[in-house]
Nanobody
Framework: QVQLVESGGGLVQPGGSLRLSCVASRNIFVFNGMGWYRQAPGKERELVAGITSGGSTKYADFVKGRFTISRDIAKNTGYLQMNSLKPEDTAVYYC?????????????WGQGTQVTVSS
């Protein structure tokens, strides 16, 4: 079973930036993509951004131009650079490996990292 550990969240003012990290317990990003998801209170978990094993990226419309996904395969680590944060970005952010359809591969999720955007 793969363990995924997210970090880097926190409290930030609107317009601020954060960089999230996701470390996998084994090298799952060599042949699989990686996705970042978020879940706000009372809402379902949704895809924020994904990057396939080939490097193709996909972003939800609500983060296009503000967030950038990347990964370091050698470090089993993925990143989400979040700029120009808005209050509506407040949520718990999770990572998972993804398939070519940007669907999560593992049914077990990490603890996530809380992002709160507030003045």
């Amino acid at each position: 079973q793969v363990q995924l550990v997210e970090s880097g969240g926190g409290l930030v003012q609107p317009g601020g930036s954060l960089r999230l990290s996701c470390v996998a317990s084994r090298n799952i990003f060599v042949f699989n993509g990686m996705g970042w998801y978020r879940q706000a209170p009372g809402k379902e978990r949704e895809l924020v951004a994904g990057i396939t094993s080939g490097g193709s990226t996909k972003y939800a419309d609500f983060v296009k131009g503000r967030f950038t996904i990347s990964r370091d395969i050698a470090k089993n680590t993925g990143y989400l650079q979040m700029n120009s944060l808005k209050p509506e970005d407040t949520a718990v952010y999770y990572c998972n490996a993804i398939d070519l359809g940007f669907n999560p591969l593992f049914s077990s999720w990490g603890q996530g990292t809380q992002v709160t955007v507030s003045s």
